[in-house]
C-alpha cells in the first residue's frame, strides 16, 4: 500500500454538527438529502437519486468489474401523529425502535403538509408531580399515555386542526448537540449522522490525496434505515458491502469510544468472515484502535439488504456509542479510528 489517506478531523466534526442540524425521519430526509448532495458534487461525484428519495453517489476505481457499496442512513429515530386528542394535544406513533422515557421531555418540531412547522415538547399526561404524585411515581409512560405539548393556544381537536395540523404530520426531536473540549461529542442522533460523516471524511481524504479506489464504489445514503427498509437498489456489480453504522457500548460488550468496532453479528446474520478478516488485518496494518463485537437487537443496511435476498458479502463498522438511542455520546477517536479503517478498505483490493 502507497500513501495513508490523512483524516481531516475538524472537517468531519464541522460536517457532522451540520447534519445533525438538519432534521430528518423516515418519510421526509429531503432537506439533508439536498445538502448531501451538494457534498457529492464538491468532491465531483455524480449522484442520482432513487425513487424512494436516497442517494447513490459513484466513483469510478482500478477495478470496475467488481464494484463496492457503502451506506450509511440520513434517517434518524422520530414520530409521527398518531391521534389528535380531545385535549388538542397529540398521540404520537414513533419510527425507530426506542423507549419514550428516553424522549421525555425533550422539545421537538411538528411540520404540517402545507410546511408550516410548530415547536412543542413531549410530556406524559400526567408530567407535573405537584398535580399527579403517585402517577408521577407508578405510571408507565408509553405511547398512550404520553403527549405533544404544542407551544401554541389549543385546547381543542378543532382548534389543532385549525393550525393546519393532521395525522400522519413529522416530528422531529431536538438532537441536543453538544461537544467537549475533552472529545466527547453528545446528540440524540449520532446513529447515523456521524456514519454520513464518516463517509465523506473518507472521501475528502482520498480525492485531496489523489488515491485511487481499488474498486468502483457507491456511496449509498439510505433514509429508511430506522425501520429496517435497506438498500431496495443495489448496482448490479457490487460484491461487496459496507455499513457504516454505530456500535453499542454497554455492559457486556467489547465497543468502546475511542475504536472502531467491526461488527461481526448482528440479529439479522452473521457478516462475511472474509471481510471481517479483511477489515482486521487493515485496522493492525494502520494502526487503527479497533473491536469486534456482536448485536442481537440490531439490524444494517447491509444485513436487511442481504435477508431481503441479494447476492452480496456484507460488513458493518462504526464508531462506538454509549446509550444508543437515547442520549448518544462517542469519542472523535472512535469518528477518526472509523474514517481511517472505511479509508484504508475502499484503497484495497478485495480478495
Ligand atoms: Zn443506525
Known sequence: MGAKPQIDVEYVKAFTSELLAIPSIAGDCDAATKRIAL?????????????KRALIGSWRGNDDRRH???????????ATVWQ?????????????GF??????????????????????TLVPDHASRHAYTASVRDEVHDMEKIELRLDVETSSQEATQALG??????????PRLEITEEGYVKSRFLDDKLGIAILFGAIKALK??????????HFYISNYEEIGHGTPVIPPK???FASIDIGVVAEGHTSDEHSVTIVARDGVMPYDRKMIRRLVHLARTEEIPFCIDTYLNYGSDASCSVKAGNDVRAVCFGPGVEATHHYERTHWDSVTASTRLLAAWLSDEMA
Open 208 to 217: 485531496e490525496q489523489s488515491l485511487p479506489l481499488a474498486h468502483t464504489s
Open 68 to 78: 463496492r457499496l457503502v451506506a450509511a442512513h440520513v434517517d434518524t429515530l422520530g
Open 84 to 96: 389528535i386528542k380531545p385535549n388538542g394535544r397529540l398521540r404520537l406513533y414513533p419510527i425507530g
Open 238 to 240: 457490487t460484491v461487496e
Open 99 to 120: 423507549d419514550w422515557r428516553a424522549f421525555e421531555g425533550e422539545n421537538c418540531t411538528l411540520r404540517t403538509l402545507d410546511g408550516r412547522d410548530y415547536r412543542g
Open 165 to 174: 395540523i393532521h395525522c400522519g404530520d413529522p416530528v422531529f426531536f431536538d
Open 39 to 51: 457534498e457529492f458534487e464538491k468532491y465531483g461525484i455524480p449522484v442520482t437519486e432513487t425513487n
